[in-house]
């Protein structure tokens, strides 16, 4: 089955500057991949999410690429607050299936 | 807005006893999941259901089994439950016709602990 890998798995960054957190997959079959964001206490929530036929997509101020050929996508987050702080979770899904990474803590330090 | 729940935010079991987890959506949502999140694992997918009295296994279905009777109703079952599965068990729903590639909305959480 499909394999997400996902990088860094936590994260501390100065209120202001930008964060990357970065994730592989192993199956080319994978064609939707969703980022999820979890504060605490809280259920995870839709970010954003990027189809295989597309190489970039941005939302005000997070944005995600993909490259197929090398079978990895990352999520940028500029211009960060501390509201941005939280568990993120990429996910890649294969046919029915959904897999998700083991997830980054981003804490953004004010 | 959509409204996922769960009949349980804390639950706890003796090993060896059934349990049931319970998840209600109220969109009428075609496809339902069931995860665990544990840390450094993140979420697995244990089942999932795209239709009434559908069900298909996820990563990791041993030790389990789900019904799904109603749309809007969709139940974890633990047969008989052991340590290992102490966790947090998310639900989640989304709309038919996507497969798996439609938003998920997730319910609460039930932390079940086995003792």
């Known amino acids: 089955g499909e394999n997400v890998e996902q990088h860094p798995s936590t994260l501390s960054v100065q209120e202001g500057d930008s964060a990357v957190i970065k994730c592989t997959y192993s199956d080319s079959a994978s064609n939707y991949f969703p980022w999820y964001k979890q504060e605490l206490g809280k259920r995870p929530q839709l970010i954003i999410d990027i189809r295989s036929n597309v190489g970039e997509k941005k939302d005000q101020r997070i944005a995600v690429t993909l490259n197929k050929t090398a079978k990895h996508f990352s999520l940028h987050i500029t211009e960060t607050q501390p509201e941005d702080s939280a568990v993120y979770f990429c996910?890649?899904?294969?046919?029915?299936?959904?897999?998700f990474g083991t997830g980054t803590s981003l804490t953004v330090i004010p | 807005d959509v409204k996922v729940t769960q009949s349980s935010r804390y639950l706890v079991k003796r090993t060896g006893e059934k349990v049931f987890l319970e998840c209600v959506q109220d969109?009428?949502?075609?496809?339902m999941f069931w995860y665990r999140q544990d840390p450094g694992l993140g979420l697995r997918l244990i089942y999932f259901?795209?239709?009434?009295?559908?069900?298909e296994k996820g990563d990791i279905p041993e030790g389990y089994s789900v019904s799904r009777e109603k749309k809007e109703r969709f139940s974890l079952i633990l047969e008989s439950a052991s340590t290992n599965q102490t966790s947090m068990y998310l639900c989640?729903?989304?709309?038919?016709?996507?497969?798996?590639?439609?938003?998920?909305?997730f319910g609460p959480g039930t932390r079940l602990t086995v003792t």
């Open positions: 996910a890649a899904i294969t046919g029915n299936q959904f897999y």
């Open positions: 989640a729903s989304s709309l038919g016709g996507q497969g798996a590639r439609g938003e998920q909305y």
């Open positions: 969109m009428d949502h075609e496809n």
């Open positions: 259901s795209y239709d009434v009295k559908m069900k």
